[in-house]
């Protein structure tokens, strides 16, 4: 082996290092958004807003410098998925700039999803451990049909998708959501929540979990969360995108959210779906997969663009049900790259439109006055 790959090899290995040793600074903040947000699956565009880096925000990360703070945990997730396939390519293969790159600006590895989930210990195991579980099925789109029919535009597609909904019309008259239901992690923890929505993009979310109530929140102008550790503000990155995941239409009005949109054919399962592929607020990209038969959203795979590579985050949306004369996802299954909860699935009992809502529930919380010995 020459001296530049050796070379390497220990750069890369102090980067992981490194990188693994601040990962425990930030468990605890990863576990409590995971459990605080149920409406995950339904992440849409994020506004293009200037935030604080990860230098900025966290003084003990002596890496990635320069990227936003709001990347931080999906790529901490992405290295930590990564590590085997890095130490793999260390141990067995020699180490070049091609090994991540494939003679690309950027790293070539985008995770499948959804990822495997481990197998639980054998019976009358003392621990953690048993065999690796096969793969999950993978849910990625398979051949295009042949021969290839003429494809309709975009704006097809997305008038289509509105008349399934219900129309237009019927659109108009949504002002407010209220909805509960169970949120099922992938160790089988089942969640209760309750989601409040007010047009544009008010909104209220509340998760109750062992730990505690999870509670989020945003008024029109200030965002917050609450958890059993105390209130905070919300703001950059972390902010835009909370909204675009709790917006009322977020999974409606699709049309205004891509540009540079272009269409091409797939299928999921036994669907043959038109895929709506085009460019997010953020600059990401981001893949619509839409029935061809009954018009309606099936898949949305959103792509985040980082310095380590592109993480996806998949919602798969399932028995859409009339509610007020609009059509909604009662079931989502989220797909991310989430350490210990990779595959999570909503499930919601209860939908009601229009009702009125209680608009200090939008508010930030004050916060709590300290204890007196």
Known sequence: MGTYTKDLMLRLIALILAITA??????????????????????????AVQEKTVEQVEKNIKVLNGMPASQLIPVMNFLVLDDNKVTSRLNLDPVSCYTCHRGRTSPQSIPVLP??????????????????????????PQASPNPRPALPSADDIFNKYIEALGGQAAINKLKSRVAKGTLVQANGNALQFEVYQVAPDRFYQNVTTPQGAFERG????????????????????????????????????????????????DKIGDRDVYVVTGTIADGNRQRLFFDMQTGLLLRR????????????????????????????????????????NPVSTRKFSEIKLNATVDESKFNMPPAPKPSTP
């Open 22 to 47: 601040s990962l425990a600074v930030f468990t605890d903040h990863s576990n409590a958004r995971s459990e605080a947000s149920p409406d995950s699956s339904l992440q849409t565009t994020a506004s």
């Open 115 to 140: 990822l495997p989930l481990p197998s639980p210990p054998p019976a009358g195991a003392g621990g953690p451990g048993g065999s690796p579980a096969a793969a999950t099925p993978s849910a990625q």
């Open 218 to 265: 945003f008024n029109g102008t200030v965002g917050w969360e609450r958890t059993p550790r105390g209130v905070r503000e919300l703001s950059g990155g972390e902010l835009a995108q909370l909204r675009s995941i709790n917006s009322l239409f977020a999974l409606i009005k699709l049309k205004e959210q891509l540009t540079r949109t272009r269409v091409g054919l």
């Open 301 to 340: 795979v959103t792509y985040m663009s980082t310095m380590v590579g592109i993480i996806p985050d998949q919602v798969d949306l399932d028995d859409y049900r009339e509610v007020d004369g609009v059509k909604f996802p009662f079931t989502a299954v989220s797909s991310t790259i989430e350490v210990g």
